[in-house]
């Protein structure tokens, strides 16, 4: 305690010293429990505008000190100039080293030393139990009070000076906190030590797979080079927010990561088109293939985040046993409830647009697997679901989930919508078709006949392309399904000539690209409640 106050008069003695000087109604003080600390006088309060502290730019541990000073630090590195930031790391550990003599050791000497158990409370000096509580979220590989966000203080910089001044009235004997400008609770964390309770500026850190990233144009932002990280994050709103579209949200993604998801999704064909970064609202008015995807793959990116973090529940203690642990737990389950709150937000808008929300109501382009068993003519239907029951036993959705073979349903249908167009076409086939397609399907069959045909781009470079091993695997056991369902029904709208491994393949590749992976939406979680689905584009 002895040493602490000797420190404490030696710092305050070198500071006032060199031109640092402390507001006519400020204190510094030291309490063992809250350190050293800054505090407005016991008899008088300070007004708004008064000044807290002034520091000389000269008693700053800077790279400009380093740069600048009668022995430039800087001048001792043969490679060249280092980043600022690099510079005044080095800087700083030669001063410590130094001890006392350093011209800044009497600064130095008051802060925590680094040799103690827990010099500081950020995770890089945390121990096992403490970073139990990180586990699962974005700073597991990667407290003390030091700000306080309603703080109202003016940070000021001159030529020679740097200071502090209130902004709002403090009372009499209260300790002064300092604010650092908005900041999630997980850069307090590894900065500071500390994490607070309803953060409004809190936000949950997002990151795209090294493929996803891959797929990613660079970008031109403001006429300069954007990189491209895949990295991002989403916060809550506390109040409405309107998108571009005039659409309420309840949450915000940083800025260009919906552009760059938008990117990462795309298919062959947007990819081709160039799509455009600024239209990258979630659920628009003008609803696209790439835009549905875009939202499925954040949903599910959002949901695996969440089970990362519940997994690591298990063997966490009931109560934190410190501040590191109180600090760490208030962070986690912050991230928990962003990401229940905008899972829950998309998951409700994808509900309303594929039929589960309570009014039935859907998005007639989206189609599922329960939509293509049930909806078109029905001698293409008759066709179909007995290709089916010959093929896979079964017409029934679950079912199919169940054997895995949604993929390959969705590739028969296809196929069969394009033998439909074939018969149709040929006065002279012996199927006769006596109904025609719904003009919604029929529309968008013929923008993928156009966009993937022979003579488009893409199919020109597909021609040369060999089947991918899944490819081949299940052209041939559509061909098989085919020809044991044409001993069983002869005549049926696959037993003709253009049902080739060519036409199979072709429809495989166009179901790929075209379709996405919705989250599962019965309130089950995970990659094997996922579920294909189809946007038929250019329908509207």
């Known amino acids: 305690m002895v040493d602490q106050e000797d420190r404490f008069e030696t710092f305050k003695t070198w500071f006032l010293h060199n031109g640092g000087v402390f507001g006519n109604h400020v204190d510094l003080q030291y309490k063992p429990a809250r350190g050293f600390h800054l505090c407005t006088s016991s008899a008088i309060a300070l007004q708004s505008s008064e000044s807290i502290v002034s520091c000389p730019r000269s008693l700053t541990i800077s ?3 380093a740069i600048e000073g009668n022995d430039p630090f800087v001048s001792r590195f043969e490679n060249g100039p280092l980043p600022s930031l690099t ?13 006392r003599l350093s011209f800044w050791w009497p600064y ?5 030393d680094p040799l103690t158990e827990h010099p500081f409370e950020t995770p890089l000096y945390y121990d096992n139990g403490d970073m139990r509580w990180l586990r699962g979220t974005s700073l597991e590989h990667s407290a003390r009070k030091m700000e306080d966000p309603t703080a109202k203080v003016a940070w000021q910089w001159t030529q020679d000076t740097f200071s502090i001044k209130s902004d709002e009235f403090l009372p009499s004997g209260r300790e002064i906190f300092n604010n650092y400008a908005p900041k999630a609770n997980e850069e307090l964390i590894l900065g500071y030590g500390f994490s607070l309770f309803k953060n409004s500026s809190d936000h949950c850190n997002l990151a795209l797979g090294p493929l996803a990233v891959a797929r990613i144009r660079p970008l031109e932002h403001d006429g300069s080079h954007t990189s491209v990280t895949g990295v991002g994050w989403v916060r809550l709103l506390h109040s409405a927010y309107k998108d571009a579209n005039n659409n309420e949200s309840s949450y ?3 800025p260009m990561f919906l552009a760059h ?10 990819h081709n088109d160039g799509y455009s970064s600024s239209d990258t609202e979630l ?7 790439n835009k549905l995807h875009t939202a499925c793959a954040i949903a599910m990116i959002l949901q695996k985040q969440y089970l990362d973090i519940l997994a690591k529940n298990v063997d966490l203690p009931a109560w934190p046993k410190n501040a590191r642990q109180f600090y760490a737990a ?8 962003i990401l229940q709150a905008v899972i829950e937000s998309i998951v409700k808008n994808l509900h309303g647009l594929i039929g589960l929300a309570p009014d039935g109501s859907r998005e007639r382009r989206i189609l599922r697997l329960d939509h293509i068993l049930k909806a078109g003519p029905q001698d293409f239907l008759s066709d179909f679901r007995a290709l089916l029951h010959v093929g896979l036993g079964t017409r029934n959705a679950d079912r199919i989930k169940h054997q895995g073979s949604v993929d390959t349903v969705f590739t028969l249908w296809l196929c069969g919508l394009r033998l439909w167009t074939l018969a149709a076409a040929d006065t002279d086939d012996h199927l006769p078709v006596r109904s025609e397609l719904p003009t919604r399907t029929a529309k968008w069959l013929s923008f993928v006949c156009k966009t993937y045909g022979q003579e488009s781009e893409i199919g020109r470079r597909w021609a040369t392309m060999p089947a991918s091993n899944e490819g081949e695997s299940l052209v041939e056991g559509c061909l098989y399904m085919i020809k044991a369902a044409a001993v069983k029904k002869p005549q049926s709208l696959y037993d ?9 393949l072709w429809c495989f590749r166009v179901i790929l690209e075209e379709s996405f992976m919705c989250p599962g939406l019965d309130g089950q979680v995970g990659e094997e409640n996922d579920e294909i689905m189809l946007f038929l584009e250019q329908c509207a």
């Open 252 to 254: 915000l993604f940083s």
């Open 108 to 112: 130095l000497s008051i802060l925590p």
């Open 63 to 65: 790279s400009i000190n």
């Open 330 to 337: 208030r962070y986690r389950r912050g991230q928990l409830l």
């Open 87 to 99: 510079l005044f790391c080095f800087f700083l550990v030669e001063q410590y080293q130094l001890g």
């Open 261 to 270: 998801c938008s990117m990462a999704f795309s298919n062959a064909r947007e």
């Open 283 to 289: 659920f628009a008015t003008v609803m696209t293939r």
């Open 496 to 504: 003709r000539p253009a049902a080739t491994s060519g036409l199979l």
